[in-house]
């Protein structure tokens, strides 16, 4: 069972557009990362959010927890070509009395010049 | 300063054989964990090692196993390897232990290919 789902799986945009990408669970986290994955490389983090409600802005990106620590999105302003990548969401929660750490789904986003 | 390292970037084995993968973390992390990043299954966390000592461990058969050693270095072992084993497998470092609050710096990671 997958406790992080994401949407969409792929999305193709023109450059200049707008998208948001949605992190969806029927568990709460304690917090909420996201990150970028590029070909032929790892993960890197973009954000950290832990408060329910929490919004957090990275120059063209928005990032939102929602307010039950169960949902997260990430829009996009005027996407770019380098905003081309795999996105990741993961979180930290307790399940079955175990400490787990769990990614996402991911989608994955192409941005055409 | 240099980032997590991986080796090698490429392995590969046939089934039976066993691997060895090997992750040095950035200087000063002592937390080390690894990932498997199969088409299809997604990112999912294999081992976590924390000054030595293994912390949490993921769903995975007892065939993957590792360590960290004095240096905070660290190695996976995959034993008996299967054709599912075909995956990335990523290793990343923390300054501090744990999950959720910290900043998980990833190496490139090892393709691994089991024939």
Redesign the interface.
Known sequence: TQLLEQSPQFLSIQEGENLTVYCNSSSVFSSLQWYRQEPGEGPVLLVTVVTGGEVKKLKRLTFQFGDARKDSSLHITAAQTGDTGLYLCAGALITSGTYKYIFGTGTRLKVLA | EAG?TQSPTHLIKTRGQQATLRCSPISGHTSVYW?QQALGL????LLWYDEGEER?R?NFPPRFSGRQFPNYSSELNVNALELEDSALY?C?SSLLA????N???????TRLTVL
């Open positions: 997590v990932y997604g990112l999912q966390f949490n993921g990523l990343a744990g999950w959720g609050y900043e998980q710096f990833f190496g490139p990671g």
